[in-house]
């Protein structure tokens, strides 16, 4: 990927214009994988652009590039970013990472305090989920608004989510907690700080066995002169005599 060939921003009314485009290819990507996701119609797309709900990305000359969008659930505790689409054009460019960076970093901003999670088929959607900081999950760890589970109902899979009691299914459930990721920051600080006290400690200690060793040898060294100067002092009676 060429340095600023693409540009990723949050969408704005002006993008709207792209919304068939982007449900469009949001069904292709499903057909083509096997997989499904929940439909999604471009007036939904666009209440998500004009509410500041979604980012989209765009190529130097102005096409369509990719897009991903957010949805609250469980009054605003669960944030998913969903949808993640790339125009088959610029695939395989790092333009997907650059996008889910992009929606992450607007899903903290908007609910600092909500859980980020997302269900996934794709391999490459779960590495760079896992890059930003997901952690593989049960789906009871996810919310269990309804309204989100009705979303799954035009998945072609919809039938195995019924079967497994909605337990499990197709997708891979991931969540980035961030009460999980203050404890593990807050963890790695105290790892952090006991490791530079056994350090200061160790520098003590290595100071204080050559301060010894030092007040040894200074010792050996007065004992050393006292002795000599001894014989020096019988020396010069023996002279004398």
């Not at 083509?32 to 666009?46: K, L, N, Q, V």
């Not at 589970?149 to 035009?154: D, L, N, P, R, V």
């Not at 056994?198 to 050393?224: D, G, P």
Request: aromatic letters at 8%; a positive charge.
């Amino acid at each position: 990927m060429k340095e600023n060939e693409f540009v990723v921003i949050p969408a704005t009314e002006q993008h709207i214009e792209y919304a068939t485009q982007i449900c469009d290819e949001m069904a292709e990507s499903a057909k083509a994988r096997g997989t499904g996701i929940a439909r999604r119609t471009p007036e939904y797309i666009t209440t998500k652009m004009l509410e500041g709900k979604a980012v989209i990305a765009l190529h130097k000359d102005g096409t369509w590039a990719g897009f991903c969008y957010i949805e609250t659930w469980s009054h605003g505790t669960f944030v998913a970013n969903s949808g993640l689409i790339v125009n088959p054009v610029y695939r395989n460019r790092g333009l997907a990472r650059m996008i889910k960076r992009a929606v992450f970093d607007l899903s903290r901003k908007k609910y600092p305090e909500a859980k980020i999670f997302g269900l996934t088929t794709g391999l490459a959607v779960m590495k760079i989920n896992s890059e930003l900081g997901y952690e593989p999950v049960t789906y009871s760890e996810l919310t269990q608004d309804e309204d989100f589970w009705k979303g799954c109902q035009s998945c072609v899979n919809y039938d195995i989510l019924k079967s497994k009691d909605r337990k499990n299914c197709m997708c891979t459930a991931m969540l980035w907690d961030p009460e999980e990721k203050a404890k593990e920051i807050e963890r790695k600080m105290k790892e952090e700080d006991e490791r530079l006290k056994i350090e200061a400690e160790e520098r003590l200690s290595k100071v204080a066995r050559k301060q010894t060793l030092f007040e040894r040898l200074e010792e050996k060294l007065r004992n050393s002169l006292k002795m000599i100067a001894a014989i020096g002092t019988l020396f010069v009676k023996l002279l004398q005599n």
